[in-house]
């Protein structure tokens, strides 16, 4: 599986990035589909989570009603909207696929390049 992220840049606090994953190499709606970041210095941490077609979503706590992930099956893409960005949420951002439903970091696979999000204050 070849995962390619994109849409990260510079953005003032309290601003708005929409992040995408396409896909390809493997029937998109087979995957569950991860976003992580990983900010300097730390460790990479989960930050959401969709089932193949959509149904259950998940969220690391910091950024729960602020973010929102989705896919389109049709495009062999997953986004993550992003709202109301905070200085903290400066991390280079990865989307992974996983074979099952989790937000274990281990349990993902496969991983894309990343994609820098800096949101200054």
């Known amino acids: 599986v070849q995962l390619q992220a994109s849409g990260g840049g510079l953005v003032q606090a309290g601003g708005s990035l929409r992040l995408s994953c396409a896909a390809s190499?493997?029937?998109?709606?087979?995957?569950?589909m991860g976003w992580f970041r990983q900010a300097p210095g730390k460790e990479r941490e989960f930050v959401a989570a969709v089932s193949r077609y959509g149904g259950d979503t998940s969220y690391a706590d910091s950024v729960k009603g602020r973010f929102t992930i989705s896919r389109d099956n049709a495009k062999n893409t997953v986004y993550l909207q992003m709202d109301r960005l905070k200085p903290e949420d400066t991390a280079i951002y990865s989307c992974a696929t996983a074979p099952t439903y989790t937000i274990m970091l281990k349990s993902y696979v496969y991983w894309g390049q990343g994609t820098l999000v800096t949101v200054s204050s």
């Open positions: 190499g493997r029937t998109f709606s087979t995957l569950v």
